[in-house]
């Protein structure tokens, strides 16, 4: 667990790992220097904390531009290994990692089990993809770290995963949302579930709706889902995850900064409200991230965590900044629908908004994926439910219309929610 059992203690290991990584990206990096130098600061401008707010941001272009080797801050002959995510448009995104990158990934790894309650009598079922994606070497490595025993199965497989589940007497499974509840009901048909040892399950990198687990928990007899949080700029999945309470994912304040910023305006909401993620990181050797923009968009929670845990926390992610649109003069977010839906029992966490312009006024529409156990005939109450809630969370609103689960399009990461149909 982290070396610091107090904010005073977090902020003065913050302050020397910002001011390390300004020093080192500007000697090492031809990119930082120019940018550094072109926003006027230097490393010896970083006296403290706040200083953070001169330094000028680094974005997902910043990256695409350095291809293939974008933030390099180290000689090659230091790199140990690259991992790549699929970029959205264009070239993927490729990070360089040296030998302390890659331990210190492993070591935030290893508290994410540790935060989960993962040791070493666990058996660990790693169903994520392994490869140039960062997923499954980071949770394996992270597992043999606190001494469980890792299963690297990776994705798909429907019945080796089934297999080995019971034959194994996993009792930690680590997946994606759909995954988790694919093999629940796949369990559950082959009328396995009583032989089921699972006691946790870990999420990675995907929105999933309340109704989904508490449908996962109760086929499989887990007793806890966790959501992980990371990103291959950020060393992979391991930056952070939830506690028991799971009221909140805590963070690893000592390896990276992290602001919540308006995306349009660049400067800090106030505490609690919803803004960009921004992240700076503290020990990273090959592509430290300055001020990097994650679109991503989420809060902090202020106070401190039931746990007694000091790490800071902040809630799930909310969707991308790039995926605002504008409804009648509101900014909205679609992960803000996401989050209405997320607390509403009897839908799926599968929506799309359709915005159209009828005579002159704009009109928006969301359709929701009714839960495949709920009852049509209750249809008209849940819609008016959610309308409610939204008007009351997001100040507008919609007609909300429930349609069948999984009669809505599917698709992998970047599900395209949001149907613009106005003109002009
Ligand atoms: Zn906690």
Redesign the pocket.
């Known amino acids: 667990m982290p070396a610091f059992t107090s904010e005073k203690e977090l902020r003065a290991l913050q302050l020397e790992g910002l001011q390390w990584t300004v020093a080192h990206a500007y000697r090492g990096s031809d990119f930082y220097r120019a940018r550094f130098d072109e926003a006027g600061v230097s490393p010896d401008d970083i006296q403290g904390l706040d200083d953070l707010r001169r330094l000028p941001f680094t974005t997902a272009a910043d990256l695409a531009s350095g291809y293939p080797f974008p933030l390099r801050s180290v000689p090659f002959e230091r790199l140990v290994r690259i991992h790549a995510s699929s970029g959205t448009t264009g070239k993927r995104k490729i990070l360089g990692y040296t030998q302390k990158d890659v331990d210190d990934w492993r070591d935030i790894f290893a508290r994410c089990y540790e935060m989960a309650g993962v040791g070493p009598a666990d058996r660990v079922q790693i169903a994520v993809g392994y490869g140039l994606w960062t997923a499954g070497v980071g949770f394996q490595a992270g597992c043999e770290a606190v001494g469980a025993m890792a299963v690297p199965i990776g994705p798909g497989n429907l019945d080796l995963q089934c297999e080995l589940l019971i034959d194994l007497e996993v009792t930690v499974l680590c997946c994606t949302a759909s995954m988790a509840l694919l093999m629940a009901e796949e369990l559950g048909k082959r009328g396995l579930n009583d032989q089921v040892k699972l006691r946790s399950i870990i999420l990675g990198s995907e929105v999933c709706s309340q109704a989904m687990r508490e449908r996962i928990l109760d086929l499989t007899g887990a007793e806890h889902i966790y959501d992980i949080t990371g990103m291959t700029e950020l060393y992979g999945p391991g930056a952070g995850i939830?506690?028991?309470?799971h009221?909140?994912i805590?963070y690893w304040a000592d390896y990276y900064l992290l602001e919540i910023l308006d995306p349009d305006t660049l400067q800090p909401v106030p505490e609690g409200e919803m803004g960009e993620m921004v992240v700076t990181t503290l020990r990273k050797e090959g592509a430290p991230l300055v001020r990097y923009r994650t679109r991503d968009l989420t809060r902090l929670i202020p106070g401190r965590?039931?746990?007694?845990?000091p790490?800071p926390?902040h809630d799930r992610l909310m969707g991308r900044s790039d995926d605002m649109f504008i409804f009648r003069a509101v900014n909205i977010y679609p992960g803000q629908i996401a989050d209405v839906l997320s607390r509403t029992s009897g839908v799926s966490c599968e929506y799309n908004v359709v915005l159209t312009r009828e005579g002159g006024k704009d009109q928006m529409k969301v359709l929701v994926e009714r839960d495949p156990e709920a009852d049509p005939a209750a249809d008209g109450a849940l819609a008016a439910g959610i309308r409610d809630r939204i008007q009351k969370d997001i100040m507008v609103t919609p007609e909300v219309q429930l349609v069948d689960y999984a009669s809505l399009p599917r698709s992998e990461r970047k599900s395209k929610r949001v149907y613009d149909q106005r003109e002009g």
Do not use: M, Y
């Not at 939830?242 to 309470?245: G, I, L, M, T, W």
């Not at 965590?305 to 845990?309: E, P, R, V």
């Open positions: 939830d506690c028991r309470e009221d909140g805590h965590c039931a746990c007694g845990s790490l926390r």
